[in-house]
T-cell receptor
């Protein structure tokens, strides 16, 4: 697909399993974090977000965990389905004077096997 | 409601030429952000416009420029194209420009420089 690159970490899971996708962010001053899903031929699509004053947030089948001490984010997808196959990106908003931009991680390719 | 529209969808240009890409935001959105996506570098922020003003700029050479019109539509221009400019160019529209659920990406323009 258009968004599959040579340098992407990959995760392959069986349908029905839980998936955990990890992301290390770079800026300790970042105060807002977002997970995006990108399917082939499409732009990134919002999944879930979390502010720096929280360490966990749950959505429908997804949970985001934030560990500010080690600058780490994770996205947990419960009961993974074939339709979850995509590239997943974390993004951080640096805040302050750079509030109107997002810095994206490299992405993880998730493949769900039926 | 209509999504973010990027035109053209695909483009092939020769080295040294210039190119203009267009982004029509969701109705009511005044912020338009542009990103370059390549396999090697991932998603990188180019610039963000709000009400015709550039509020943030990424780390790209001056060959990359943009503008926003009074109807919030935005264009980006790349002059003196190089092979390395081959990429998927994505725009995102939103009310605030800070990311999150209302930050909606288009499907992108695939630029190939030969």
């Amino acid at each position: 697909g258009e968004n599959v690159g040579l340098h992407l970490p990959t995760l392959s899971v069986q349908e029905g399993d839980n998936s955990i996708i990890n992301c290390a962010y770079s800026n300790s001053a970042s105060d807002y974090f977002i997970w995006y899903k990108q399917e082939s031929g499409k732009g990134p699509q919002f999944i879930i977000d979390i502010r720096s004053n929280m360490d966990k947030r749950q959505g429908q089948r997804v949970t985001v965990l934030l560990n500010k001490t080690v600058k780490h984010l994770s996205l947990q997808i419960a009961a993974t389905q074939p339709g979850d196959s995509a590239v997943y990106f974390c993004a951080e908003n640096p805040g302050g004077g750079s509030n109107y931009k997002l810095t994206f991680g490299k992405g993880t390719l998730l493949t769900v096997n039926p | 409601k209509a999504g973010v529209t990027q035109t053209p969808r695909y483009l092939i240009k020769t080295r040294g030429q210039q190119v203009t890409l267009s982004c029509s935001p969701i109705s009511g959105h005044r912020s338009v952000s542009w990103y370059q996506q390549t396999p090697g570098q991932g998603l990188q922020f180019l610039f963000e416009y709000f009400s015709e003003t550039q509020r943030n700029k990424g780390n790209f050479p001056g060959r990359f420029s943009g503008r926003q019109f009074s109807n919030s539509r935005s264009e980006m221009n790349v002059s003196t194209l190089e092979l390395g400019d081959s990429a998927l160019y994505l725009c995102a529209s939103s009310f605030t420009g800070t990311g999150g659920e209302g930050y909606t990406f288009g499907s992108g323009t695939r630029l190939t420089v030969v």
